[in-house]
């Protein structure tokens, strides 16, 4: 498997639902990320988590990190059809720093 | 403040030939990184430059190689192309290292006939 893997691969919600995509690693990291990506065009960063928080919040986004289980989860509350793309989980590794490995990605549709 | 910049936008190229990609990133980013993303693959970490100086490679062949300039901007060149390099490449920046994450380009599609 890879280093960091999201769960689930695809996701088909309401619009007004919550979504909630996890991802899981293998390896000590130095942060982890999320990206959404509509389409096949550039990625857009959401928000970063250092291995010493746990949670942060940013608009209708909240990302959780649990370093003892090497995983994290995405919440996009009150969805939203302009939130269907791909989210990617990146992980910036300790053992190498300057490398940042990017999950296969989860594929959300909200509909309308 | 301007994105990041990725040229051209679509290219056509035929097996054996050469191709030269480019990435100007943030005003101020120092960090540029080239990934390689495919249905099949996902996003594949290609490079990353720092200053001028290569700090990190993927696992691909010499065939794949890049520079950066002094004001930042970044080149990526593919020799004798083969079916198997068609993807969207995508360049991100960052300001220094990865804790302040990437902004990524909207990417060159790269397709080999």
């Known amino acids: 498997s890879q280093q960091g893997e999201e769960d689930p691969q695809a996701l088909s919600i309401q619009e007004g639902e919550n979504a909630t995509m996890n991802c899981s690693y293998k390896?000590?990291?130095?942060?982890l990320q999320w990206y959404r990506q509509n389409s096949g065009r550039g990625l857009v960063h959401l928000i970063l988590i250092r291995s010493n928080e746990r949670e942060k919040h940013s608009g209708r986004l909240r990302v959780t990190l649990d370093t003892s289980k090497k995983s994290s989860s995405l919440l996009i509350t009150a969805s939203r059809a302009a939130d269907t793309a791909s989210y990617f989980c990146a992980t910036s590794l300790k053992t190498s720093y300057d490398k940042v490995i990017f999950g296969p990605g989860t594929s959300l549709s909200v509909i309308p | 403040k301007a994105g990041v910049t990725q040229t051209p936008r679509y290219l056509i190229k035929t097996r054996g030939q050469q191709v030269t990609l480019s990435c100007s990133p943030i005003?101020?980013?120092?960090?540029v990184s080239w990934y390689q993303q495919t249905p099949g693959q996902g996003l594949q970490f290609l490079f990353e430059y720092f200053s001028e100086t290569q700090r990190n490679k993927g696992n691909f062949p010499g065939r794949f190689s890049g520079r950066q300039f002094s004001n930042s901007r970044s080149e990526m060149n593919v020799s004798t192309l083969e079916l198997g390099d068609s993807a969207l490449y995508l360049c991100a920046s960052s300001f220094e290292g990865l804790n302040y994450g990437y902004t990524f380009g909207s990417g060159t599609r790269l397709t080999v006939v």
């Open positions: 390896t000590s990291i130095n942060n």
């Open positions: 005003s101020g980013h120092r960090s």
